[in-house]
């Protein structure tokens, strides 16, 4: 009976687009296993996807992915390479006709494939259950084993209610929402003896209550690693985006003692990306938390330790010791150190936009508010990628999606690909040399404010959905007195440092900067935060390597 109740919860899906196979096979499933398992099913790869995504928000598990191989728009192969991302720890199968035998074969590389069944499969007591009970006895038996979910209770237009969920959502920890003014929120409420005054209301899995905690406390309760398991390490990396993400893994899988400290979720900016589709590799494109979940998985599978809701203020010279000093007043201290702090959206000053942030103005693509925009009208500030790809994405559920553009046009910060989506799809519009006057709202966002910045005319819209995408500002204002920055904050790194051909006055080695590190020896940085940085995930990644490779030759001179 224990094994019934872990899976009461636990999914099996199944996606084909032919209606009449796929009523077929969920009723299979059912007849075998729906009194354990949920059984879900899905015409298409998109829709498999976000029934997908919404169960991972949910903190839902799933246990088994049975997918076509002939499906339109994106075949059983496609399908199963992006499911991979969401629940990787999933069994999945591709259903084949004797004919696609070989592309099933080739999948069992591509998406590392647990079986494949030919059509049809009956009877399904000898050709489909003996495959799935096998499935479902390896999955209980490995680390994507049940547990149980955080509960979250907070209020639809609570910002500190968005930021636990995102915080949740993008660190791929399983959590329930809960909204306050309902049944079942209200029953939690109680049960906890709160009044709802304060929210959110998180109950961990142990059934610990935490009424509005703070990054480093639900991180702590909810089993992320926050303190590091030694006191000095071959290598801190600080930021955990692309670049840092590529430094933890070169380093870790080259024999260095690795630590990576990120103040909020692993994947930075490209994390909270809905879909990037001009990364090497991935021909279909793949979702920033997909890449951030793979990327993560990689680097402690190496042995890298990731640090989660640590906030570094302080970088100090000790001898040979590059000391890391934390706001809580501890430190760590390495060999060596990789700045890849990423840049954060600059905030828009506009009246009312601070008032409404986590009400209605978000900063990034929030991934838990994506699905509350369906049927609703919903507005981008920002003209380069990751504004198109947040519009591209929204637009599939969304009544209409305004993309709000200070300059004359998209091309000169935009990738073309993106803009071609952009003219493509019909609910976008596009408005030039237009920026937010004014945000209106009493509990959230309500009206908006434009104003032409070439006319100075204004007109005020309605509006319960405002994306922010504008600008980059590195986070390196705790580097002051200790890294030489640029006027904007960027890091000086390499030959930025001797624009004359000769070193910083600090300079005490006999050889010039490497190219990545910056005025202080051994300490290095790679990324957006670097002056003239290229600010794309590939080049991110690719400087973080190249950063390792750096301090290598730094420790061997040393």
């Not at 038996?141 to 979250?152: C, I, L, N, Q």
């Not at 398991?229 to 893994?249: E, H, N, Q, R, T």
């Amino acid at each position: 009976m224990a094994q019934v109740t872990d899976a009461a919860r636990t999914v099996i899906l199944t996606v084909d687009d032919d209606p009449g196979v796929s009523r077929a096979i969920a009723r299979d499933l059912r007849r075998r296993y729906g009194g354990a398992y949920r059984i879900v099913r899905a015409e298409s790869g998109g829709s498999a996807l976000e029934a997908l995504r919404e169960l991972k928000l949910r903190g839902d598990l799933v246990a088994v992915i049975l997918a076509d191989y002939r499906m339109p728009q994106m075949n059983g192969i496609e399908f199963l390479e992006q499911a991979l991302g969401v629940y990787p720890g999933a069994r999945r199968v591709l259903l084949t006709a004797y004919a696609d035998t070989n592309a099933a074969i080739d999948a069992i590389n591509v998406v590392d494939l647990d079986h494949y069944l030919l059509k049809p499969w009956d009877p399904p007591e000898e050709k489909l259950y003996p495959v799935v009970d096998d499935l479902l006895s390896a999955w209980r038996a490995s680390d994507y084993r049940p547990v149980p979910a955080t509960k979250v209770v907070g209020h639809r237009w609570s910002a500190r209610s968005s930021y636990v969920r995102e915080f949740l959502a993008r660190n791929q920890v399983p959590y329930r929402w809960y909204s306050s003014d309902e049944p079942e929120g209200r029953r939690l409420l109680e049960a906890a003896g709160a009044d709802g005054r304060r929210l959110p209301l998180v109950i961990t899995p142990d059934g610990t209550v935490l009424v509005e905690p703070d990054a480093p406390e639900l991180a702590a309760r909810v089993g992320l690693a926050t303190t590091p398991a030694a006191d000095f390490y071959d290598l801190v990396v600080i930021g955990g985006g692309p670049a840092g993400l590529g430094s933890a893994v070169y380093g870790a899988s080259e024999g260095l003692r690795t630590v990576l400290v990120e103040r909020s979720a692993t994947g930075g900016q490209a994390g909270q990306s809905s879909r990037i589709e001009n990364y090497l590799g991935f021909p279909d494109g793949v979702s920033g938390g997909q890449l951030t979940e793979r990327a993560r998985r990689q680097a402690t599978r190496f042995g890298a330790e990731i640090l989660t809701a640590r906030e570094v203020t302080g970088l100090e010279v000790n001898g040979a010791a590059r000391v890391v000093r934390f706001s809580d007043g501890t430190e760590v201290a390495a060999h060596s150190v990789i700045l890849a702090t990423g840049v954060s959206y600059r905030q828009l000053l506009a009246p009312g936009c601070e008032d409404l942030t986590g009400r209605g103005v978000y900063y990034g693509s929030s991934l838990t508010e994506a699905s509350s925009c369906q049927d609703q009208d919903v507005y981008i500030v920002g003209g380069a990628n990751s504004a198109g790809q947040a519009a591209v994405f929204l637009a599939r559920g969304a009544k209409s999606v305004t993309l709000l553009v200070r300059g004359e046009s998209l091309a000169a910060s935009m990738s073309y690909y993106l803009i071609q989506q952009i003219e493509e799809s019909p609910n976008i519009t596009v408005r030039p040399r237009t920026v937010v006057e004014a945000a209106h709202g009493e509990e959230h966002l309500e009206r908006l404010t434009l104003r032409d910045a070439v006319t100075g005319a204004t007109d005020v819209v309605d509006a319960q959905w405002m994306f922010v995408f504008i600008g980059a500002a590195p986070l390196t204002d705790w580097l002051d007195g200790t890294v030489l920055r640029d006027e904007h904050g960027f890091i000086l790194a390499g030959p930025d440092l001797t624009p004359d051909g000769r070193p910083p006055a600090e300079w005490a080695l006999d050889r010039p900067p490497y190219h990545l590190e910056t005025n202080v020896p051994g300490v290095f940085v790679a990324g957006d935060a670097r002056a003239q940085s290229a600010k794309r995930v590939a080049s991110a990644v690719g400087e973080g390597a190249m950063a390792v490779m750096l301090v290598h030759r730094y420790l061997e001179q040393s």
